[in-house]
Structures are given as structure tokens and as C-alpha cells.
């Protein structure tokens, strides 16, 4: 699988929108950008992934870039319950094992 | 999203002794059931990947005869380590796929702390 590349660490005031970058430059056709967070002492919670689209949920957007080598993460209204470590995955998906490898991540601290 | 239970939340035990660790999908069946290891201000570690009904695959530098995998039904899957010791003492986590080609999303427990004394 692709490594990934983020930031160590972010700031975001309350009420803003969180736009989190994260460079894949060796990323491979088939495979899928993931993003997750962990909040302290918890497990991972899935938030989104996508392939080459844009994708938005319920809980944020993911925009691809066009060669697919980066993505960024946006939580449009920050509050502070996301303040967690934010992980960009990429991985194959279609048949193969489906394990997901962790980088360091993105601690983003939403600031009041 | 489905839900992935992980008992007990937190376990303390001496030196030497056994401790396991359960993983459950609540309301899907999950073909597929990750282990993962976290050190304090460490990223996540996968540390095996779990068949229903067959023997788990162990990452490199993970020893199999410490930490016991077990996998029986679809929605259950054990950890057991072993002979604990001290350094062992770390957040363990488990995760679910219920999508037999992993093409989406994995679901993760709340994680088990386990101290060892």
C-alpha cells in the first residue's frame, strides 16, 4: 500500500472549517484514499473514503485531487468533540487484503 | 455504521498470566477481523489478520505462540496473551469487515487496555 504523508499537527478554531492535506504521491489506480480518527484512548472511527470523485458525507468532505496524488479532509464546522488525530490511509481495495496501515496522522486541536 | 464490541474495556493483571480479549460484531457477520497494538502516543500497529475458521496471519516480529488468535464464529474473535508481562502492558484493538472483498470501510472496537504488572 501507498504511504502517505500529513501534517504532525493542526489548529482549527471552533466554528471553522478544518481542511486537513494529505500527499499520496505513489498512490496506485486501484487504490482507495481512507480517512479516520481516533479520539483519545478510543478506537478508530471511519469518516470517508474515495476513490477519484469528491465525496461528502454527513461528517465531512473529501476532495481528490485530479492525478489522485494528494486529498484534503474538510470539516466544515469544527467543534470541539473533533479534536482527535486524523489518519490518511490509502489502500487497495477489490479482493485483496483489506488491512489498513497507519500512519502518524494529523493531531488537530480545535481551539474555543 | 455496524458496530464492533471489544470486552473487557480494561484489564489489569500480574505478571505471567493469560488475558483474553473478545471482539464481536454486533449486527453484521464479519469475515475478516483485525488485531492491532498501540503503544502511548504511538500510532497503531496491525499485529494479525483473522479468517473465520481458519488460522490468523501474524505480522512480522508478532509472535503467534504469545498472542493467540482465535476466530470461530462470524462474529467473534479472541486475543489471548499470554504469559503477560510488563511489556505487553498496551492499548489492543480489533476491527471488523463485513464486506468479504474489503473494498469499504472497517469498523473499529472501543480498543482494551491492558496493564500488565
Known amino acids: 500500500d501507498a504511504k502517505t504523508t500529513q501534517p504532525t499537527s493542526m489548529d482549527c478554531a471552533e466554528g471553522r472549517a478544518a481542511n486537513l492535506p494529505c500527499n499520496h504521491s505513489?498512490?496506485?489506480?486501484?487504490?482507495?484514499v481512507y480517512w479516520y480518527r481516533q479520539i483519545h484512548s478510543q478506537g478508530p472511527q471511519y469518516i470517508i473514503h474515495g476513490l477519484k470523485n469528491n465525496e461528502t458525507n454527513e461528517m465531512a468532505s473529501l476532495i481528490i485531487t485530479e492525478d489522485r496524488k494528494s486529498s484534503t479532509l474538510i470539516l466544515p464546522h469544527a467543534t470541539l468533540r473533533d479534536t482527535a488525530v486524523y489518519y490518511c490511509i490509502v489502500r487497495v481495495g477489490g479482493g485483496s487484503q483489506g488491512n489498513l496501515i497507519f500512519g502518524k496522522g494529523t493531531k488537530l486541536s480545535v481551539k474555543p | 455504521g455496524a458496530v464492533v464490541s471489544q470486552h473487557p474495556s480494561r484489564v489489569i493483571c500480574k505478571s505471567g498470566t493469560s488475558v483474553k480479549i473478545e471482539c464481536r460484531s454486533l449486527d453484521f457477520q464479519a469475515t475478516t477481523m483485525f488485531w492491532y497494538r498501540q503503544f502511548p502516543k504511538q500510532s497503531l500497529m496491525l499485529m494479525a489478520t483473522s479468517n473465520e475458521g481458519s488460522k490468523a496471519t501474524y505480522e512480522q516480529g508478532v509472535e503467534k505462540d504469545k498472542f493467540l488468535i482465535n476466530h470461530a464464529s462470524l462474529t467473534l474473535s479472541t486475543l489471548t496473551v499470554t504469559s503477560a508481562h510488563p511489556e505487553d502492558s498496551s492499548f489492543y484493538i480489533c476491527?471488523?469487515?463485513?464486506?468479504?472483498?474489503?473494498?469499504?470501510?472497517?469498523?473499529f472496537g472501543e480498543g482494551s487496555r491492558l496493564t500488565v504488572l
Open positions: 476491527s471488523a469487515s463485513d464486506n468479504p472483498y474489503n473494498t469499504g470501510e472497517l469498523f
Open positions: 505513489t498512490i496506485s489506480g486501484n487504490e482507495y
